[in-house]
């Protein structure tokens, strides 16, 4: 079943808040929240309390354990941008932004002990070096010293 809890205003850059979300995306909500109590990236509080929020939502209002919730998906979209001004020399004024966030975050219950695998991530493949010769025994002569008369 999933759960889902969504926080919105959040004074944070979506840019900056997404390195963290990218980080625990995928895995145990417990584990989750203890990387993200270590993060030194400030958007790990704001990230955490949604995580926080959808499991207690899940907790409460469907009788699920908190060890068997799985952050599903964790979405952070652009908010609206408050547009002010600063005043500089000559008369002149400068404009910035303070961005803002909605962070969604999605949690299901796996009662199994590993995760699903996202399409959207395959499997890394272990490269294989096709190009150099394999080393021969040591007994057997190397194919091109038999030639050269070594």
């Known amino acids: 079943m999933e759960v889902m ?4 205003y959040i004074r944070r850059t979506p840019r900056k808040a997404r390195i963290v979300a990218d980080t625990v995306r995928g895995m145990r909500v417990i584990d989750a929240l203890a990387q993200l109590e270590f993060s030194p990236k400030h ?5 955490a309390k949604a995580i926080r929020s959808a499991a207690a939502n899940a907790e409460h209002n469907h ?3 908190r060890e068997d919730l799985w952050l ?14 600063r005043p500089v ?11 803002t966030c ?28 096709r190009t150099a ?7 057997e002569a190397v194919e091109g010293e038999a030639e050269r008369g070594s």
Do not use: C
């Not at 809890?5 to 919105?8: E, G, H, L, Q, Y």
């Open 63 to 65: 009788s699920l354990t």
């Open 89 to 99: 020399s000559r008369g002149m004024a400068h404009q910035y932004f303070h961005r």
């Open 102 to 129: 909605h962070i969604t975050a999605i949690v299901e219950d796996r009662p199994e002990a590993r995760p699903e695998r996202s399409a959207s991530r395959p499997a890394r493949r272990r490269r294989v070096n």
């Open 133 to 139: 010769p394999e080393p021969a025994a040591s007994g």
């Open 43 to 47: 958007a790990a509080a704001d990230i």
């Open 72 to 85: 599903k998906q964790i979405l952070v979209d652009e908010g609206p941008t408050m547009k002010r001004i």
């Open 5 to 8: 809890a969504r926080s919105k």
